[in-house]
């Protein structure tokens, strides 16, 4: 709330956002801006190791998608466009390294799609693809209980089956792989909250709102 100032001086100092604001509807001079908390980092992710690198041999990964180590249960401030280009340039490094010695990509079947059929229900995925938004961020979110991630585990659970289901039937799109994709690591986001005993940074349960002396690490293992 900046209304406590002249209107001429929060147009002058915020000239951008005032105009944006006004868009909106919102006039900034007159009263309260409202805020609402929002996603801002995925905090957790693919192991790596110095060189970028997976246990997936050939995989190497950057950036937000990965757990290197960095951040621990918070992400530590501004550090994240840094992490991106030192461990792409870890990557970059050791992809050259090892091209070489690089086993050649498995073959790979030709495509088989006589089995399966055009969808004409593809409502379908888009009601699950908010369905998962939804729960994720009312059950998943900032503050969580073990009977919200549970309610989100059963939800997961249903819509896996309804998304194999329908991806043995239909003719796959990129909108199905990535549903597929959302519900696994939602999955892996649910199982590793449920599996943690304790709140630690921005890992807030408030079945166990004390933090353990000792961190435990809630890393998933295959
Ligand atoms: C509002 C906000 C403010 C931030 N402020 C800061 C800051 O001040 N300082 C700081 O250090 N960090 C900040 N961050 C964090 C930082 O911006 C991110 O951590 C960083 O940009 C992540 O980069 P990335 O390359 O790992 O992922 P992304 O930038 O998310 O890149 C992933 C890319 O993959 C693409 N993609 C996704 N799915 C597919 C697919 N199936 N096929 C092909 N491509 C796909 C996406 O389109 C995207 O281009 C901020 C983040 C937000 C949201």
């Known amino acids: 709330d900046i209304s406590h ?12 956002i005032h105009e944006k604001l006004l868009g909106l509807g919102i006039d900034m001079t007159k009263g309260p801006i409202p805020v609402v908390p929002a996603q801002h980092y995925t905090c957790g992710g693919i192991k790596i190791g110095l060189d970028a690198k997976t246990d997936l041999p050939g995989l190497w990964a950057a950036g937000e998608c990965t757990e290197s180590g960095l ?3 918070n992400r530590l401030a501004s550090n994240s466009l840094l992490e991106c ?9 050791n992809i050259l390294e090892c091209w070489d010695t690089l086993d050649d990509p498995p073959a790979i ?17 888009k009601q699950n693809w908010t369905e998962i938004r939804r729960f994720m961020w009312n059950y998943v979110g900032i503050v969580r209980t073990t009977k919200r991630l549970e309610r989100a585990a059963h939800r997961i659970r249903l819509l896996r089956e309804e998304v194999e289901d ?13 549903l ?3 519900l696994e690591c ?9 599996s943690r005993k304790e709140s630690r940074g921005l890992h807030f349960i408030t079945d166990y709102p004390v933090t353990d002396p000792v961190a435990r690490d809630t890393v998933l293992i295959p």
Do not use: C, M
Request: zero cysteines; charged letters at 25%.
């Open 71 to 73: 951040h621990g249960a």
């Open 180 to 182: 597929r994709n959302l």
């Open 166 to 178: 329908y991806y043995g039937h239909f003719r796959v799109t990129t909108d199905l792989i990535e």
């Open 85 to 93: 280009f030192v461990f792409g340039e870890a990557a970059a490094k």
């Open 109 to 125: 079947l030709a495509w088989d799609e006589s089995r399966v059929t055009d969808s004409d229900e593809e409502v379908v995925i």
């Open 186 to 194: 939602a999955n892996l986001i649910v199982q590793s909250a449920l």
């Open 5 to 16: 100032q002249p209107p001429e001086f929060v147009r002058q100092h915020f000239p951008t």
